[in-house]
């Protein structure tokens, strides 16, 4: 609403910078002012109208309160004085532009160089004869006198009326019509780029319909980009007889469209309802505008509503393009909506707003169309006409016209489905609903769980041939996208019922273009886009389940799904039609749409798989798992799983222990289905270990590579609690060590499981994993809070020492169930968690920020998925993880994770959370269990680092998108989890052999090392395995105990190759001498004055002495820095 | 990133010697160990006595206490090598008893206190300036690092089970006897008062005592609390007396409102009250006992200037004619 008066007032400052060329910048007030004159033409004289040499001085002072009531004027009369420049430009009055001899159609040579004629002429020959006459008259229509123009876009649609006499008998046939206008609209052009008030003179298809095309114009200077004046052509009124054009009339004919010469005998030609539709449209612009001025007076919220409205459509990606929900339609349901008294003129914006989402949430246009008539005509088509003709039916007021002709019933079903889901995002008061609305945007890349792309439409030529299209394409004016893109959609949406909530398609679009080109052809649409929304129960079914074989719909499903159809004996005795897809791991079950897709479009419409970009699972190359390509590692998760519950069974039902053990709880990320790499069964190799049979143990050898990593599976186990706990930390611990003594010697007895007790847990060696047993007695971590004071008081006091007990005792443990039930909800958020964590990892954060924080963050995407919903496949998930940390306002915002829906009191969250975000970490997560302290994000990470996280983020997304929006490169998505590297001042690196996790790296190695173990999961009686020792933890371990106030050390722990050191620059000031920190540094001289700086020669040696073996080379980037 | 310009190789702050000390001879650049005879004021610091003590700054992470005392075994015998985090921890190191327990290991860049058997080794290590770098790990004294060490470690870290059982045994038994002798020698002084009359009260005995935690004092205190208001007397003054009184005899008011007041929107706000006419029916106390500004928050908007001068009128009076 607020831009329309700017735009306005700068539209004729151009209009006057152009008339005195030679006064250059003039104050948008005063030029506003003066054309305020030029309006009125009665009261300002003709003097006014010769633009008079203006001093400087006089050109800036203030508006006269004469020129300010004029300006008002021009306001009230004429809306604009860009109306002025119509009138006084191209309008009957001034009459500037010569009539033309007429012509015949196809002879073009009067059109100079520089204009082409914006039409596609296929076939080019046609009858009838063209002649210039200026318009009849010029009108401003559309949004911009309703005021609902809204930003970036401010169009004012000008309708250009064409004279009676350039028309002729039949001109209703053949594309006659709509060739005249685009002549008509030619000429126009060629006089308008001669004028030097115009940035730009351009054509353009309207709403990308290649038959209507339209001719733009913007002013000239600063304000090109933000307004632009369409100009329509269209008939005299009474031109055309409406009962030519009804939906049942022909008005193609098909010997003129194959281009033969006689008509085939008795053939009856079809009728052509797009085709009428397009010459109706032009012939009620005038009415529609009264119409819709008319609801809109003395309804101050409908401007609002509408603006709302066209935010929401934008927000959707819904308002552009051929068959778009356009805001001119939105407009009309509105004014539908007060005609049936849904609205009233009493209502504000909002609720304008909310009574359309839920008329369209609750109607379906394709089944019940909507009529805008007042008073039935008996003579005028019925719904049901319109409904034979289009798949969506919204009838103007004239009761011709069909607004939604274009639109797709798929894409009206989107509509729909955005609709119902704002109507739930509305009632729900735990959302922002303003926020989530209208402020964040819905690319189809993040809305939809699988999106595919039609990389040639060209091939759509061979569908529609395919597929008989010949009447739709003679009715479509020959443009096959439109034509096939309804049938192939109810294709995919038949095919994947069942499976997909929403089968949608990206619209057509075409750009603009300058007059002097060619008008682009069908196939400069682009790629096409299509996105699948899955309903998460039955996306990865196997088996799509036909009728009986004896059954008449048989013959139906067979010839739907072709030979991959078949017989099948069914469980209940029945034999039905059924087609199986084949599909082994979870990874490949969430491809079955894929298959489907490529087959039906394969099998139906002649669209080979080549041209066919499916963009499903393309990320998930980064968490396959092993040398096998087929899986991502779900199963693996399933077996950890089902192995911890058989061992958590016998540690319940172990005899001989002095307490019971009164729970078992996994806290291994592996156990709530979000660990990156799953373990994975392991049996060593004995030759490449050091064997120490006395110890039942294997060492590392050193000249070996270094063992495959075995990661220990940490699972708590609580004790009962009871009088015979001593209570005393000491001796708790002492106890503890006990009992894992006696757990590994019971479970060895009892079990004939090989364990290895410590003093802090012991290590069980079952079904091939190794599971790290933690005892823990519930009020330990109270006695390590007590304090007693000096007057002999008990106090209770949070140690560091008590709050990472409670951590790992209590709150992890919790953390693991609750997101294990919604892995159970969500079959995909493990996964989509493990492609977020390995992106921070890959991105070298990993040891900057907690596995949990991750896991949460993830967590949220699915507990609160609004405005989409809850992701149904990984590729979906991360990149909306990725915009969360982009765009999240972490300042000033805790982000609430209602896990179990535990949560009610968010605004008391929100208000604590305001009155103390200082001393709160910078990223806060709130949890039902843990509201005030957010212990997932205490440490870590710190401001740096979390603005490092979120550029990256928004950088990785930006490149992800742009990959998976390109379908004709070579996707390389990987690209975003290879770290930039030249940000670092050091880098070490690695000597492969060493890494035990090389095979995790991004970029699979080419060359593997034998890491001395062999899958399996049966073996009992083994020498126990090297767990949890990696080298480079151990070299990272060191190098940060040693130079952490000097440096910042960055690493991929999933098999990177090198470590990235960051030198603080704060420690690198020289510094005065002080004996507490003069850890690595040297005193030398500066300036003759005593002083600290880092030993940086040394260092780097250090980095080689402390990694011996392990380091290949330290590559000192000093082009930063100098030593 | 600040570059040394002209560097002096070896520069030390008054009072330090400065020594250049490598980790093998193929390594280029020295580290700077500072080095000092080690001064303590009292004389308290029995561990590094004065005089034999050299106070060593900045040794590497690589460099172990034998190395150094390997470093430093040229200037004379050496008696005891005490590393640590930061100076001045070395008095209050408790001998390590456990092989399991309590083991924390000291990382990164330390300090160290080197003790030898006599003076003349502290000279002698200042004077070791003037020599080349000295090399910590040397052909016939490696020391470990990287892969080797973290083998090394990895295979220390592994427990042997019946030692680990013996020391938990024996910790336990001794704990068990201090816990006993503590309880026998508490129920020995069960109701016995000490020399100065005083009975220590536990919660073992007859009459069990309070624990003595926070918690427990907190609960006293709320207890004390309730009790001191419940006591506190109410109708003490003439003056509340007679308010109590009067309150009890006009427990409402009546108060004139204009009926635009009580017009359709604001009659929907002042529903809880009834309506007689044009009068409002308010609480008497509800803002006899405020300010007139209470009304307002009753009505639940702001009343228009006319009743509120009324309003505040009636309350003068009233005042008054008590």
């Keep these: 609403g607020g831009s329309a008066p700017r735009g306005r007032s700068g539209s004729s ?452 041939k395919k597929m008989q299209l010949l009447n739709e394409l003679m009715d479509r004016g020959g443009n096959y996208v439109a034509a096939a893109l309804p049938f192939i959609v109810s294709l995919l949406a038949r095919g994947l019922a069942g499976r997909a909530l929403l089968v949608a398609h990206s619209l057509p679009e075409i750009p603009e273009w300058p007059i002097d080109a060619e008008p682009p052809k069908h196939k400069d649409v682009g790629p096409l886009m299509f996105g699948l929304l899955f309903v998460p129960e039955f996306a990865a079914s196997l088996l799509e389940k036909g009728p009986q074989a004896d059954h008449p719909e048989a013959l139906d499903f067979r010839t739907f799904w072709g030979e991959k159809s078949e017989l099948r004996r069914f469980q209940d005795g029945s034999i039905c039609e059924a087609v199986v897809w084949e599909a082994d791991t979870v990874y490949q079950k969430r491809l079955i749409p894929e298959q489907i897709v490529k087959h039906l479009l394969k099998l139906h419409a002649d669209i080979p798989e080549s041209s066919i970009c499916y963009m499903g699972a393309l990320l998930e190359s980064v968490i396959r798992t092993g040398q096998e390509v087929s899986g991502t590692g779900e199963e693996a998760m399933v077996s950890v799983v089902c192995s911890y519950d058989d061992l958590s069974r016998k540690l319940w039902n172990l005899k001989g222990l002095p307490l019971t053990v009164t729970a078992v709880q996994g806290v291994h990320p592996a156990l709530r289905y979000t660990d990156v790499f799953p373990p994975i069964p392991m049996k060593p190799i004995y030759s490449s270990y050091n064997r120490i049979r006395t110890k039942h143990l294997l060492l590392p050898l050193e000249e070996k590579p270094c063992p495959a990593y075995i990661a220990p599976l940490k699972i708590v186990c609580h004790m009962e609690g009871s009088g015979q706990w001593p209570q005393d930390k000491g001796a708790i611990k002492r106890i503890k060590a006990a009992f894992h003594l006696q757990l590994a010697e019971l479970l060895q007895q009892q079990h004939q499981l090989v364990c290895r007790p410590a003093v802090t847990h012991t290590d069980v060696y079952k079904d091939g994993y190794v599971f790290r047993l933690q005892v823990a007695y519930h009020r330990e971590t109270l006695i390590l809070k007590e304090v007693v004071t000096p007057e002999g008081m008990l106090k209770y006091q949070d140690t560091e020492e008590s709050r990472q007990l409670e951590l790992e005792t209590l709150h992890l443990p919790y953390l693991t169930s609750s997101l294990h039930g919604l892995q159970q909800q969500h079959p995909v958020f493990g996964s989509t968690c493990r492609l977020a964590k390995r992106w921070v990892s890959a991105q070298l954060l990993s040891n900057n920020i907690s596995e949990e924080c991750v896991d949460l963050l993830v967590a949220f995407l699915f507990l609160h998925p609004a405005p989409f919903t809850p992701p149904s496949s990984p590729q979906v998930g991360f990149l909306r993880f990725l915009d969360l940390l982009a765009t999240f306002d972490w300042k000033n915002n805790p982000l609430i994770v209602n896990l179990n829906a535990g949560l009610t009191g968010e605004q008391a969250i929100k208000n604590r959370f305001v009155a103390a975000r200082s001393r709160l970490p910078v990223m806060f997560i709130a949890t039902p269990k843990d509201q005030w302290s957010s212990m997932w994000t205490q440490e870590q990470p710190s401001a740096q680092i979390l603005q490092r996280l979120l550029m990256l983020a928004s950088e990785s997304l930006r490149a992800v998108e742009e990959q998976l929006m390109d379908p004709l490169n070579s996707q390389d998505v990987k690209m975003v989890f290879r770290p930039p590297l030249e940000f670092y001042d050091v880098l070490i690196h690695l000597n492969p052999t060493q890494i035990p996790r090389h095979l995790e790296s991004v970029d699979r190695p080419l060359k593997s090392f034998s890491r001395g173990v062999v899958k399996n999961s049966t073996s009992v009686k083994i020498l126990f395995p090297v767990v949890d020792y990696d080298p480079v933890q151990c070299y990272l371990q060191e190098l940060r105990d040693a130079f952490s106030d000097l440096a910042l050390f960055f690493y991929d722990k999933h098999g990177g190759e090198v470590i990235a050191v960051l030198w603080k620059p704060l420690s690198f000031q020289p510094q005065p001498f002080k004996v507490s920190s003069m850890k690595g540094r040297m005193v030398t001289t500066l300036n003759s004055e005593l002083v600290c700086v880092p030993n940086v020669e040394a260092i780097l040696e250090d980095f080689e002495v402390l990694g011996e073996g392990l380091v290949k080379s330290v590559e000192a980037r000093t082009e930063k820095w100098t030593i | 990133m600040a570059a040394a310009g002209e560097r002096v190789a070896g520069a030390a702050p008054a009072g330090y010697t400065a020594l250049a000390v490598k980790f093998g001879a193929r390594q280029r650049s020295p580290h700077y160990l500072l080095v000092k005879e080690h001064q303590v004021r009292e004389g308290a610091d029995t561990a590094h006595p004065p005089r034999r003590t050299l106070f060593v700054l900045n040794v590497p992470p690589y460099c172990s206490p034998d190395a150094l005392s390997g470093l430093f075994a040229r200037c004379g015998r050496v008696q005891s090598v005490d590393i640590c985090d930061k100076p001045g921890t070395g008095e209050k190191k408790e001998k390590l008893t456990s092989k399991f327990f309590n083991r924390k290991t000291v990382t990164g860049f330390q300090v160290a206190y080197v003790v030898f058997r006599k003076r003349a080794g502290v000279q002698a290590a200042k004077a070791l300036s003037q020599e080349g770098p000295l090399l910590i790990s040397t052909e016939s004294h490696p020391v470990k690092t990287g892969i080797s060490k973290w083998i090394a470690s990895y295979a220390a870290s592994v427990v042997d089970r019946e030692e680990l059982k013996a020391e938990v045994d024996a910790y336990m038994q001794d704990y068990d006897k201090k816990i006993a002798e503590e309880e026998a020698k508490a129920a020995k002084e069960e109701g016995v008062p000490d020399e100065e009359g005083w009975v220590k009260v536990t919660r073992k005995g007859r009459k069990p005592g309070l624990p003595r935690t926070e918690a427990a004092n907190l609960r006293v205190l709320e207890r004390e609390k309730q009790k001191k208001a419940r006591k506190e007397l109410l109708n003490f003054y003439a003056w509340q007396h007679r308010e109590t009184k009067r309150e009890r005899e006009c427990p409402t008011l009546l108060l004139p409102l204009p009926l635009s007041l009580v017009s359709h929107t604001v009659a929907q706000r002042v529903r809880p009250f009834s309506f007689s006419g044009g009068y409002v029916q308010l609480p008497g106390n509800s803002w006899l006992g405020g300010s007139v500004n209470s009304l307002d928050s009753s009505l639940g908007g702001p009343l228009p200037p006319p009743v509120l001068a009324r309003a505040a009128g009636i309350f003068c009076r009233r005042v008054c004619k008590s």
């Design chain 1, 13 to 464: 400052r151009a209009v006057f910078s152009s008339q005195g060329s030679a006064q250059g910048r003039e104050s948008p007030a005063r030029g506003a002012a003066r054309g305020g004159k030029r309006a009125a033409p009665a009261g300002a004289g003709a003097g006014a109208l010769q633009p008079a040499k203006l001093s400087r001085a006089e050109l800036y002072k203030p508006p006269t309160s004469e020129e300010l009531s004029q300006l008002k004027e021009t306001e009230d009369l004429f809306h604009s004085s860009l109306l002025r420049l119509q009138v006084s430009r191209g309008g009957p009055g001034s009459r500037r532009w010569p009539r033309s001899a007429p012509l015949r159609l196809t002879d073009q040579a009067w059109l100079p160089k520089g204009v082409k004629v914006p039409f596609l002429q296929v076939p080019f020959s046609v009858k009838g004869r063209f002649r210039f006459v200026p318009p009849t008259e010029l009108k401003v229509v559309g949004s911009y006198l309703l005021g609902t123009c809204i930003k970036p876009e401010i169009n004012v649609d000008v309708a250009v009326t064409m004279p009676r006499e350039i028309f002729q008998d039949k001109d209703n046939l053949n594309q006659r019509y709509h060739r005249k206008r685009a002549l008509y609209l030619a000429h126009i052009a060629q006089h308008f780029s001669k004028e030097k008030l115009f940035g730009s003179v351009k054509f353009a298809y309207m709403n990308s319909n290649h038959l209507k095309p339209i001719l733009l114009l913007r002013p000239q200077g600063k304000d090109e980009k933000m307004v632009t004046v369409r100009l329509h052509a269209c008939p005299a009124p009474g031109l055309f007889k409406p009962i030519r054009f009804y939906p049942s009339k022909n008005n193609v004919r098909t010997a003129w469209f194959m281009e033969q010469s006689t008509p085939k005998e008795g053939a009856t030609e079809p009728p052509t309802p797009h085709y009428n539709n397009s010459i109706l449209c032009d012939t009620v612009l005038l009415s529609h505008l009264q119409f819709l001025s008319s609801a809109a007076t003395d309804f101050p919220g409908m401007k609002d509503g509408l603006a709302l409205l066209k935010v929401w459509l934008n927000q959707r990606q819904l308002s552009k393009g051929l068959g778009s929900f356009s805001g001119f339609l939105a407009s009309m349901l509105v004014a539908y909506l007060l005609m049936k008294r849904k609205i009233v003129k009493m209502m504000s914006g909002y609720q304008v707003l909310r009574s359309t989402l839920q008329f369209l949430a609750t109607t379906d246009l394709s089944v019940t169309g909507i009529s805008l008539v007042k008073d039935a005509d008996a003579s005028l088509p019925v719904l049901d006409d319109f409904h034979q003709a289009f798949e969506v039916v919204f009838v103007d007021p004239s009761g011709l016209v069909n607004l939604c002709a274009d639109m797709t019933a798929s894409k009206y079903h989107q509509v729909q489905f955005e609709a119902k889901r704002s109507m739930e995002i509305l009632d729900d008061r735990m959302v922002d609903g303003f926020q989530v609305l209208l402020m964040t945007a819905k690319p189809m890349l993040r809305a939809f769980d699988h999106v595919f792309h039609l990389k040639h439409v060209s091939k759509l030529q061979g569908a529609c």
